[in-house]
């Protein structure tokens, strides 16, 4: 990293929250339990949304992205698929940036449920959102977790230093803490136990 970017004026801007996460939080307010028998699917059409309002279904958890991608703990998300009313999904790398993309079967699906206005969808309609570390151990899908107000489950060590403004936001109060080793020990077991450990606080976690 160092021989590509030592010449460079390198700039390090803020992560921005999702912008369609507060949209669509106006166009259907949130119910506290579930109605309709679980969760608002991952995608679904805003007028269902509309109809059904956001329903979080009880532990339910969220992540869809590369699991490519930082593999040494994404690697291990396949075992959380199976999870009740979990939705964790892997959108294969590249089909954004290939040339070839748009041959690939998987890349029309794969747009779709990344991009912004889904993911804001399935923060909305999940408890807790998988917030595996990235290149620092804070990454842009903590930020959209925090506006969906999904409750971020974040499975990195020594994180507190790279949150923005650190002295001023209550990061404790806001997020789920899971140990890396813990997590790469036992992945299921670890999501299972800091669910359950969290879901007596969701109202004080989400009021925060």
Known sequence: LYSLAFWR????????????CAQQRAAAPEEAHP???GAVEAGASLSAQRAR????????????????????????????????????????RGCSESQNASLRPECAASRLRGSPLHTARGMLSHEFCLVPRGDTPS????YAA?????VPLLIANRFA????????????????SVPEGEFMR??????EGAIHQARPQLTRIRSA
């Open 161 to 176: 230093e790279h949150f923005a403004f650190p002295t001023r936001g209550r990061y404790d109060e806001w997020v789920v």
């Open 53 to 92: 309002r956001h329903v979080r279904a009880p532990g339910s958890v969220f992540f869809q992205g590369s699991f490519s991608a930082a593999s040494y703990l994404r690697g291990r998300f396949a075992s959380l698929q199976d999870l009740p009313g979990a939705h964790v999904q892997d959108v294969p």
């Open 139 to 142: 990454s842009g899908r903590l």
């Open 146 to 150: 925090l506006a969906c107000r999904c």
């Open 35 to 37: 109605s309709s028998g």
């Open 186 to 191: 036992s992945p299921r077991a670890s999501i």
């Open 9 to 20: 004026c390198t700039v390090v801007i803020p992560y921005l929250a999702n912008p369609f």
